[in-house]
């Protein structure tokens, strides 16, 4: 079960498919250079092998537990985490200002899907920490971000994320978590919250909690929603620790995977809150940390499918089982033609999905660093209109590659001992927390492409067709006549598809709204791999060749598959809605 993190896919993908100059050209990472970029990409694979990856077992098979009103860890996951406390790699990406390092978030990308990779139950808990810091930073008062922002930015404080009720999970309208003002700054929050990804543990020593919660006078559904902090352990004016707040884990949740993460249910009775933002804002203030969340979960996607192809590759060069074509006698697996295929298929669609999350990482860089205001827009444009694609597409891929590992693995991968197993469990809720894949398609086709009438994907076809001049000036030297006639044609299918998107009614633009997300994204992964392998060659980049014969197999097996989507599309609302739902149950 050894881990061995890809820092040459994800640096050459930094090199040659993000325009990493372009962000690095930004004042903000002026004492940012490839060097010190990849010396830290060397470091975090090293931690990621050495320190977390022995704990990854350990957590899935020894599940948090609760005691009493607290819940121990996984064993190692303490030492681990305080590993990373130590070696700052929480802070990488946060702004100096509030004593982070200030390197740019498509970085964290990089060395994140590292972590995750690793240990997957482990890595969720910095996440949310960044993301909650991040959401203090943009919408509490100066005293809230004095006195927690600085623990939580070095990791010796976290963070958690308190929404999900029994009646309200992804429809946050109906929550009945009950805030009174006190009279004196603070609130009394009162209400039951589930799913709470790292809730309750003991690898630090306070948790810091945002918490959805509904004031006695708020407007109905969502309109209706403030967000408060609520600390686990009180804090003084001089940063000392003091009692506990009244609010505690009832419950873990038994779940199919990331074992090693303690879900709880959490019981607030009048604990003391403080309002973040406006009143009835909470839902805005709390999409601040629920949007970079959403692109990490991508990358977690792509993490956990890196992990369990490399499993997979492991065992297909041990596994000895039949005679191959043209072998004298039996060898390994990969010797087969179709084991190999899955291989590389695999391998192809990981690079694809990575692909797509670096650009959107780098795409949130600019968004705030650019010095020229128009590309700051278009930029923000940009990655909030990758970011569900990013989501859904990682998460989506990390679970069929999983999947494709058991495969490979045969029986060995339908029993616990291998791992294997661990890798498809785990990978399964990445498309399903922080909104679901189908909510990432809406997001997609109703706010990010209806709203402007298109003007950001017409953006983003632009570049794709900026790639295709690109690729057939470096033809010459590579074979990428089926990159090119892949893309050509997988252009023309975005725009036609774009133009079915934009002029369906809602029932229609609804119903395809999940095969139009996964159109762009096969369509779009293929091109940041060709831009990569172009770019790559006019650099004398020594990988080129390796990343060229990814791209070469994405264009014929993932590229082409946008064409059955569109015809989905042209189809309509029809297919989905011509069966009649009394009868779904049986003819």
Sequence with gaps: MTFTAPKNTIEFLLNHSVDIDEVLAAPAFADTNRDLISDILSGAADFAENVWAPTNWSGDQNPATLDGDDVKSSPGFKGAYDAFVDAAWLSLAT????????????????????????????????????????????????????????????????????????????????????????????YAISGQKIYITWGDHDIADNIIHLVLARLPDAPEGSKGISLFLCPKVFVDDAGNLGERNSFKPIGLEHKLGIHGSPTCVMEFNKATGWLVGEPNRGLSCMFTMMNEARLFVGVQGVAIGERAYQAALIYANERVQGRAINAEADAPIIAHPDVRRNLIDMKARLAGARAICMATAAAGDLAVHAEDEDVRKASHTRETLLTPIAKSYGSDTGVDVSSIGVQIHGGMGFVEETGAAQHYRDSRIAPIYEGTNGIQAMDLVGRKLRRDGGEGMKALIDDLEAILILANKTNETLDMNACIHALKNGIETVKTATDIMLNADDANALAGATPYLNLVADVISGAFLIKAVANGALAGDALTENMASLARYHALSVMPRADAHLNFLRGGAKAVFDFPMDQLADL
């Excluded at 993301?131 to 930073?137: L, M, N, P, R």
């Excluded at 922002?149 to 992804?170: I, R």
């Excluded at 946050?172 to 009279?183: E, F, H, S």
């Design 95 to 186: 702004a100096p200002e509030i004593g982070g390092m200030g390197l740019p978030q498509v970085v964290k990308a990089g060395t994140d899907e590292m972590f995750y990779a690793a240990n997957m139950a482990l890595g969720l808990c910095p996440m949310l920490t960044s993301s909650a810091a991040k959401a203090i930073h943009a919408h509490a008062n100066d005293d809230v971000k004095a006195k927690y922002l600085p623990k939580m930015v070095n990791g010796e404080w976290t963070g958690a994320m308190c929404l999900t009720e029994p009646q309200a999970g992804s429809d946050l309208g109906p929550v009945r978590t009950k805030a009174i003002d006190n009279g004196d700054g603070t």
